[in-house]
C-alpha cells in the first residue's frame, strides 16, 4: 500500500508538477476575469489644519477659487473599488508645510481598505491666497423705514450695543463706511423694540459682503420711541410801526405752517408756533423785505420738528403797499462770474442786462446803475453757453427780480 502511494507520487514528477503550474495560473486567470484590478477617480474635501501659523501672524488666508476639493485616481480589485465612496477618504492640509507659491501639500488617507488599495504618488496641492487682517471699530446708527400710522413720527432710535467689532481682511473691513441698524416702523403707533441684523456700507451705499469677517455682534437691539404729531400755522408778531408814508400790505411766512411732534398731552394746547415781535420791527422797515429764521428756536419745551431732515428756516417776508417799479440797465461789466472750474474762462455773451427794481419811490429815484453789481455762480459747469440766474447787490429798500445772463465758458488754452 504505501509503495503504490510512493509510486503514485514520484512516477511523472514532472508532469505533475506542470499540472499543478497551470491548475494555479488558471485559478489566477480566472479570479482576474471575475474581480479584474481597476482605476477609479474620487473626490475629497480638504480641511486646513494648524492655520493658527497666519492668523497669528496678523494674516488671513483664502482658499484659491474657494475650491476645498481634490480628486485623485485609486487602484484596486473591482470589489474593492465597488465598495468604496468619496467619504472614505480624507484630506487634509498641514499650514505647517506652507510653500513660498502659497501652495499647501495634500495628505490623503483612506479610512476603508487602506491595505487594499494603491493611491496615486502624485503629490496634490491646495492654493491660497493670504492677506493682512485688521480690526476695526463701528458705530451703529440706528435708522428707520417706512410711514408710521397717521399721526405719529418717530421720536428716538436707541441702539443697544452701539459699536460693532470688525475683524478680517483689511481690503473687506477698509471699505466699511457705515453701519445701519434699521428698523420697520410701517404703520407704527406705539413704541417697539426689535433684534435687527447689521448693515455694513460702503461710500456709495453698496452693501459689502462680510462672509468673511469676524464680527462681535451681527444682530443689536433697537428700541424705537413714537410721538403724536400735529400741523400748526406759523404767526408773527411785530414790533415799532412803519415810518410816513408807508403802509404795511401783508406779512408771510414760508412755509405757512409747520408739523411738529411731542407728547399727546403737549401737542394738545399747541394752536400756533409764533415767532416773537423782536424778529420784526416795522420801524425799520422802508421797503419789502423778508428775513429768514430757524423756527426750532421758537417750538415750546418737549415739541420737536416732525421729520429731522425738514428744513427748519422760515423766511418772513413784509409786503408794503406802496411798492413801485422800475426797469434798469445793468452794464455786465459790474457782473463776475463766479466759482469757474479750474483751466476754464468765461465771459457775458451781452453788454448788459435789463433788470426790474421795486421798491418805495424815494429809494429808487436815487438809484443809480452804475453802482449795481452782481454775479452769477459757475459751480460745477464745464465748456458751453449757459443762462445763468445773477444776484445782484441792492441799495437798502430795493429789491431786484430774478434775471438770467447768457454767459459762454470756454476751456483756456495751456
Known amino acids: 500500500m504505501l509503495n503504490r502511494l510512493k509510486r503514485a507520487f514520484t512516477q511523472n514528477i514532472g508532469l505533475k508538477v506542470m499540472a499543478a503550474f497551470f491548475a494555479v495560473a488558471l485559478w489566477l486567470i480566472v479570479m482576474n476575469v471575475d474581480d479584474p484590478t481597476t482605476t477609479r477617480t474620487f473626490t475629497a474635501t480638504v480641511t486646513i489644519l494648524n492655520d493658527n501659523v497666519l492668523t497669528d501672524q496678523g494674516k488671513y488666508y483664502t482658499v484659491a477659487n474657494d475650491d476645498y476639493t481634490v480628486s485623485f485616481r485609486v487602484t484596486a480589485k473591482r470589489s474593492i473599488i465597488e465598495d468604496l465612496s468619496n467619504k472614505d477618504f480624507t484630506a487634509t492640509a498641514d499650514m505647517n508645510y506652507l510653500t513660498e507659491d502659497n501652495t499647501i501639500p495634500i495628505d490623503i488617507v483612506a479610512t476603508s481598505h487602506a491595505s487594499a488599495i494603491t493611491m496615486s504618488a502624485k503629490t496634490y496641492y491646495i492654493s491660497i491666497e493670504i492677506g493682512d487682517t485688521m480690526t476695526e471699530r463701528f458705530v451703529i446708527n440706528g435708522e428707520t423705514t417706512g410711514d408710521p400710522a397717521e399721526g405719529y413720527a418717530v421720536n428716538s432710535v436707541d441702539v443697544t ?10 481690503e473687506t473691513v477698509s471699505k466699511i463706511e457705515k453701519v445701519q441698524a434699521v428698523c420697520d416702523v410701517s404703520g407704527l403707533s406705539d413704541d417697539i423694540t426689535d433684534t435687527v441684523v447689521l448693515k455694513f456700507l460702503d461710500t456709495k451705499g453698496n452693501k459689502v459682503d462680510t462672509s468673511n469677517l469676524t464680527l462681535n455682534a451681527s444682530t443689536v437691539t433697537v428700541t424705537v420711541k413714537m ?5 400748526v400755522p406759523i404767526n408773527v408778531e411785530t414790533s415799532g410801526t412803519l415810518p410816513n408814508g408807508l403802509e404795511l400790505d401783508e406779512i408771510t411766512t414760508s412755509p405757512s405752517e409747520i408739523s411738529i411732534k411731542g407728547d399727546a398731552s403737549i401737542l394738545n394746547d399747541i394752536t400756533e408756533i409764533t415767532i416773537p ?10 421797503a419789502d423785505m423778508s428775513t429768514t429764521v430757524d423756527i426750532t428756536s421758537y417750538l415750546p419745551d418737549g ?9 427748519t428756516q422760515v423766511t418772513i417776508s413784509v409786503t408794503l403797499e406802496k411798492e413801485v417799479s422800475q ?28 433788470v426790474t427794481m421795486n421798491g418805495n419811490e424815494t429809494a429808487l429815484s436815487s438809484l443809480d446803475s452804475a ?11 464745464t465748456a458751453g453757453t449757459y443762462n445763468l440766474e445773477v444776484t445782484l447787490s441792492t441799495p437798502d429798500g430795493v429789491t431786484a427780480t430774478t434775471v438770467t445772463a447768457k454767459v459762454t465758458i470756454v476751456q483756456e488754452e495751456e
Open 161 to 170: 450695543p452701539n459699536v460693532v467689532t470688525v475683524t478680517g481682511p483689511e
Open 227 to 231: 410721538d403724536s404729531t400735529k400741523t
Open 277 to 286: 415781535s423782536s424778529v420784526i420791527n416795522l420801524s425799520t422797515v422802508t
Open 303 to 311: 415739541v420737536t420738528i416732525q421729520n429731522s431732515d425738514d428744513n
Open 327 to 354: 426797469s434798469v440797465s445793468v452794464s455786465t461789466s459790474n457782473l463776475t462770474i463766479r466759482n469757474l472750474s479750474k483751466g476754464l474762462s468765461g465771459t457775458f455773451d451781452e453788454s448788459s442786462i435789463s
Open 371 to 381: 453802482t449795481i453789481t452782481g454775479s452769477v455762480d459757475a459751480s460745477g459747469l
